[in-house]
C-alpha cells in the first residue's frame, strides 16, 4: 500500500510558476531520499532534484539550478518543488521518488503530473 501521490501540475506560460506536491503513505517518509525526476517526449528521465532524509542536503540539475526549490515537510509527510521561471523545455512528465536511505534497493515511483510550459 505504499502511494506516492503528485499533484500540481498544468499548464503555465514561459516565466510562470508552478509548486508540485507529492505525499507519501504506506513508507516511513523519515527514513527515505525524496527526488523530483522528468521525462520529456523522445527523451529519458532525468534528476530534477534531490534532498536528504532531514533536509540538509540537495542536489539540483544544472538546468534548474537558481530557478527550482526542493523542500520537504516530514510531520506532513510531503516533499514540494517549487518552479520558478518556468522555461519551455521544462515541459515534462515530473515524476516524485522516494529511495529508503538505508536499504537503497527499496524505492517506489508516484504516477507523474504533467508540467507543460507554452504560450
Known amino acids: 500500500q505504499v502511494q506516492l501521490v503528485e499533484s500540481g501540475g498544468g499548464l503555465v506560460q514561459p516565466g510562470g510558476s508552478l509548486r508540485l506536491s507529492c505525499a507519501a503513505s504506506g513508507i516511513t517518509f523519515s527514513n527515505h531520499v525524496m527526488s523530483w525526476y522528468r521525462q520529456a517526449p523522445g527523451k529519458e528521465r532525468g534528476l530534477v532534484a534531490r534532498?536528504?532524509?532531514?533536509?540538509?542536503?540537495?542536489n539540483y540539475a544544472d538546468s534548474v539550478k537558481g530557478r527550482f526549490t526542493i523542500s520537504r515537510d516530514n510531520a506532513k509527510n510531503t516533499v514540494y518543488l517549487q518552479m520558478n521561471s518556468l522555461k519551455p523545455e521544462d515541459t515534462a512528465v515530473y515524476y516524485c521518488n522516494a529511495q529508503n536511505g538505508i536499504l537503497s534497493r527499496n524505492y517506489y515511483w508516484g504516477q507523474g503530473t504533467q508540467v507543460t510550459v507554452s504560450s
Open positions: 534532498i536528504s532524509i532531514l533536509g540538509g542536503n540537495i
